[in-house]
Nanobody, 115 residues
Framework: QVQLVESGGGLVQAGGSLRLSCVAS????????MSWYRQAPGKQRELVAA???????NYAYSVKGRFTISGDDARSMVFLQMNRLKPEDAAVYYC?????????WGQGTQVAVSS
């Protein structure tokens, strides 16, 4: 079992920045991929960024060049640095990990962007 806790969400003006953090606890030695997803009201949950245990990353087209995902394996943490935020980035952001054959989700952290 893996437990995930996100933090760092909040309200920011368009053009501003936020840094989301996610800390994993439990069976963290089995984690091999960590990601951030988001879900806006009335929309499907979508992948924002992902990082593998080897450090390779991929991003949704809409956030490339603005968001950066990074990980700290020693502390079982993953971060999402979000710059130049836009109103359309507003959503609940969820941390997601794969550990073995199991997928785990955090409770989500709200990001609001005012125009």
């Amino acid at each position: 079992q893996v437990q995930l806790v996100e933090s760092g969400g909040g309200l920011v003006q368009a053009g501003g920045s936020l840094r989301l953090s996610c800390v994993a606890s439990g069976s963290t030695s089995h984690i091999y991929a960590m990601s951030w997803y988001r879900q806006a009201p009335g929309k499907q949950r979508e992948l924002v960024a992902a990082i593998s245990s080897s450090g390779s990353t991929n991003y949704a087209y809409s956030v490339k060049g603005r968001f950066t995902i990074s990980g700290d394996d020693a502390r079982s943490m993953v971060f999402l640095q979000m710059n130049r935020l836009k109103p359309e980035d507003a959503a609940v952001y969820y941390c997601n990990v794969w550990a073995g054959r199991e997928e785990y989700w955090g409770q989500g952290t709200q990001v609001a962007v005012s125009s």
